[in-house]
């Protein structure tokens, strides 16, 4: 078996996309930055993400019936900041964010973000997977021109047009 260490740097080197996760339970939010968040089916419509279990928003994601995935892109670095932010409120700003019917809190200049009903809970190691189903979905046609959002290497990264690996050279 490897080194934690080891293995951190090793997916350290892996870039990942960029999500805000929020959730409400009891009238307590959270909100927190994830990279860990990947589609599992298209039919039924099923993505899992996990948490650490000394995450400060854990307990509140372990009662959480649904979730807010809002997918980031280049555009929205701010809520990622916001989400990996310490110590600070991240619903302070009440003109950022607003609840939708269901009860969790959404961030609208996210222009895409997924409510998903969480239907199965694993405990991996020092991690908590979730495995949650698509059940209401926003896309902003805005959000397919800003350039995506990535997290590599303990810094966030802009992809876009500017990024395309010369198709040729990846042949060779």
């Known amino acids: 078996m490897i080194a934690p260490d080891e293995f951190k740097s090793a997916f350290r080197l892996h870039p990942s996309g960029v ?3 929020t959730a409400n339970v009891g009238g307590t939010q959270v909100a927190l930055t994830a ?3 990947s589609a599992v089916s298209a039919e039924p419509p ?3 993400f996990s948490i650490s279990v000394i995450s400060s928003s854990a307990d509140v994601l372990k009662r959480a019936d649904a979730v807010i995935i809002h997918l980031l892109t280049a555009g929205n670095l701010d809520l990622a900041m916001l989400g990996a932010a310490s110590g600070v409120d991240r619903f ?3 003109t950022r964010w607003s609840r939708l019917p269901t009860g969790e809190p959404v961030f609208a200049e996210a222009g895409v973000w997924l ?6 809970r694993i405990d991996a190691g020092g991690s908590t997977v979730f495995v949650a189903e ?5 896309v902003s046609d805005r959000s397919v021109d800003d350039d995506g959002l990535v997290y590599r290497n303990r810094a966030w990264h802009r992809i876009g047009i500017h990024s395309l690996a010369d198709p040729a ?4």
């Open 19 to 21: 999500a805000l996760i």
């Open 35 to 37: 990279s860990s968040v």
């Open 46 to 48: 099923l993505v899992m």
């Open 92 to 94: 302070a700003d009440e």
């Open 115 to 120: 409510r998903a009903r969480i239907i199965h």
């Open 134 to 138: 698509a059940v209401d979905a926003s």
């Open 169 to 172: 050279r990846l042949a060779g």
